[in-house]
């Protein structure tokens, strides 16, 4: 079906997964339903599952909140990584769909990007190209809190601070959530949380979603004169509602899709004062105290960067003035317009302090297993069309050996990108390992022993985070002593354990 033909959906989703680092951990499990713009389901849900990988232990937190142990019959019956990343990007990629999750554009959809990278799958794709786009509920729960708040019974935790916890909101609103970090329970209170959302308050509800084409951010953010607006954002403090009035910078990098913002809770007048470099050491600061303006020593930095195609909440200046905003966000309008003003006047010499800053700030990545170095720039298009046709042709193969066969005509490929190698050879070897020879298969015996038993060879690690078997070991013994976990969570920690120790078993031994 072609993209004009193909009716526009959301595709609610959610995962769970062997931890909390998008870059290294891997999802256990994906659910998903899909919806029409009425939120209405189409079709069946589904639910799928993937073995734990040989090259990355669980955390034995991600073990106590899901209640999958790694060796769970479910997960030992599922079916490959490789298996699911093709069947999830399929599912993803279908024209018109909006990607839609629970905390999806900081969490999900990342695990998804590297899901899709480890596999030689299109990491991007699906979340732009023929009418695709995506959107995170969080975010827009976030908005109506501010701006709509009559919408729902907001909960706060025991210290009576508010907190947006999908299974606290779903109690609190009495939505369906009868089985909280289940992947496809979080999906159908997702959409139960989405309906009450637009039902409140739909012109607020379009509003939002119409944030996910990046020439409508664009024409919010990026005005000829710098005009003010209203962003919503987890970065900003829940003590101010989580949102500030910003002005932009425009584009200041080769990035056409991140702006610069300042802050205009902070005067910039006194900034005009520091040069660059001052602006640079300013920019890192851990966040300031309450009475960050009156201790100018602490002060961070008042500049965020906000980027177009992430489907952020902006909205023009005068929502601040729907009922009861301002007070919300603790601000003065008066004093937001006069920073405004000063901002206006003194655009160029702000700029060039932010110019100033990017010089001192901006530099590269550094090394990092292949498999955790998606961001470390674009694949190029020729190693791109013949990954996208390896799979094309994968898809079709009819036997184990044929798939050996296309294994190995992928390791002899002579890829332009120098990390493509050794994301190819891992591929491999966690799917087709009799397609290795004897030296690729070694490479592959040792990076699993340097990875997770560091110090038993003279190899050196990856930098990455710290998931090897004596960590974990130590903090299993840490989580037993932990009573802000339940009993019956806790008690998950002696099978893990367990599991543990077999699997060191396994690698130092091979059997």
Same mark, same amino acid.
């Given at each position: 079906m072609s993209v004009a033909t193909q009716p526009p959906s959301f595709l609610f989703f959610d995962l769970e997964t062997t931890g909390a680092d998008p870059a290294f951990?891997?999802?256990?499990?994906?659910?998903?339903?899909? *919806?029409?713009?009425?939120?209405?389901?189409?079709?069946?849900?589904?639910?799928?599952?993937?073995?734990?990988?040989?090259?990355?232990?669980?955390?034995?937190?991600?073990?106590?909140? *899901?209640?999958?142990?790694?060796?769970?019959?479910? @997960?030992?019956?599922?079916?490959? /990584?490789?298996?699911?990343?093709?069947? !999830?990007?399929?599912?993803?990629?279908?024209?018109?769909?909006?990607?839609?999750? $629970?905390?999806?554009?900081? $969490?999900? +959809?990342?695990?998804?990007?590297?899901? #899709?990278?480890?596999?030689?799958?299109?990491?991007?794709?699906? /979340?732009?190209?023929?009418?695709?786009?995506? #959107?995170? !509920?969080?975010?827009?729960a976030r908005a109506y809190r501010l701006l709509?708040?009559?919408?729902?019974?907001?909960? !706060?935790?025991?210290?009576?601070?508010? *907190?947006?916890?999908?299974?606290? @909101? &779903?109690?609190?609103? =009495?939505?369906t959530h009868e089985n909280a970090h289940d992947a496809l329970s979080d999906v159908e209170a997702t959409i139960e949380l989405a309906r009450a959302l637009r039902d409140a308050d739909p012109a607020l509800w379009e509003r939002l979603l119409a944030a996910r084409d990046k020439r409508e951010v664009?024409?919010?953010v990026d005005q000829p004169d710098h +005009?003010? #607006?209203?962003?919503? &954002?987890?970065? @900003?403090? +829940?003590?101010?509602? &989580? %949102? &500030?009035? $910003?002005?932009?910078?425009?584009?200041?990098?080769?990035?056409?899709?991140?702006? /610069?913002?300042?802050?205009?809770?902070?005067?910039?007048?006194?900034?005009?004062?520091?040069?660059?470099? /001052?602006?640079?050491?300013?920019?890192?600061l851990k966040t300031p105290p309450i009475e960050a303006e009156c201790d100018w020593d602490q002060l961070r930095l008042p500049i965020k960067s906000i980027h177009l195609n992430r489907v952020p909440v902006v909205l023009p200046a005068e929502a601040l003035r729907r009922d009861g905003v301002a007070q919300r966000m603790v601000i003065d309008p008066a004093r937001i317009d006069a920073h405004a003003r000063f901002f206006h006047r003194?655009?160029?010499?702000?700029?060039?302090? @932010?110019?100033? !800053?990017?010089?001192? *700030?901006? =530099?590269? $990545?550094?090394?990092?297993? %292949?498999?955790?170095?998606?961001?470390? =720039? #674009?694949?190029?298009? +020729?190693?791109?069309r013949h990954l996208d046709d390896w799979w094309g042709r994968a898809r079709g193969l009819r036997s184990r050996d044929e798939a050996v066969a296309h294994a190995r005509d992928l390791l002899a490929w002579p890829f332009e990108d120098p990390r493509l190698p050794e994301l190819v050879e891992g591929f491999v070897a966690r799917n087709l390992p009799e397609a290795l020879d004897e030296a690729a298969a070694e490479r592959w015996r040792a990076r699993l022993v340097d990875r997770l038993h560091p110090g038993e060879r003279l190899g050196e690690a990856h930098p990455g985070p710290d998931r090897d078997f004596p960590t974990l070991f130590a903090e299993v013994e840490r989580l037993a002593g932990d009573e802000h976990w339940s009993a019956e969570q806790r008690a998950l920690l002696g099978p893990y354990r367990h599991w543990l120790e077999g699997r060191e078993r396994v690698l130092l031994t091979g059997g």
């Open positions: 951990d891997r999802p256990l499990q994906f659910a998903a339903i899909r *919806t029409d713009p009425a939120l209405e389901p189409i079709g069946e849900p589904v639910v799928w599952y993937a073995r734990p990988p040989d090259d990355c232990l669980a955390h034995p937190a991600a073990v106590m909140t *899901t209640g999958l142990l790694p060796d769970d019959p479910v @997960l030992a019956r599922a079916d490959s /990584e490789a298996n699911l990343a093709n069947r !999830v990007h399929r599912l993803v990629s279908q024209p018109n769909t909006c990607v839609v999750g $629970f905390n999806n554009l900081r $969490f999900d +959809a990342p695990m998804l990007r590297f899901l #899709f990278w480890r596999n030689l799958l299109d990491p991007y794709r699906h /979340e732009w190209a023929d009418g695709n786009s995506r #959107f995170d !509920v969080l975010d827009a709509a708040p009559a919408a729902l019974d907001w909960p !706060v935790d025991g210290e009576g601070r508010p *907190t947006l916890r999908l299974s606290e @909101l &779903s109690a609190a609103n =009495g939505l664009a024409r919010v +005009a003010p #607006f209203l962003h919503v &954002s987890p970065r @900003l403090p +829940a003590r101010i509602s &989580s %949102a &500030s009035m $910003f002005c932009s910078f425009g584009q200041v990098d080769g990035n056409r899709n991140r702006r /610069e913002c300042w802050d205009l809770r902070f005067d910039p007048m006194p900034w005009l004062d520091l040069d660059g470099a /001052e602006w640079a050491e300013r920019r890192f003194h655009f160029d010499a702000l700029r060039e302090r @932010l110019l100033g !800053v990017l010089e001192h *700030t901006e =530099g590269d $990545f550094p090394p990092r297993a %292949a498999e955790q170095s998606l961001y470390a =720039g #674009f694949v190029p298009d +020729a190693d791109r």
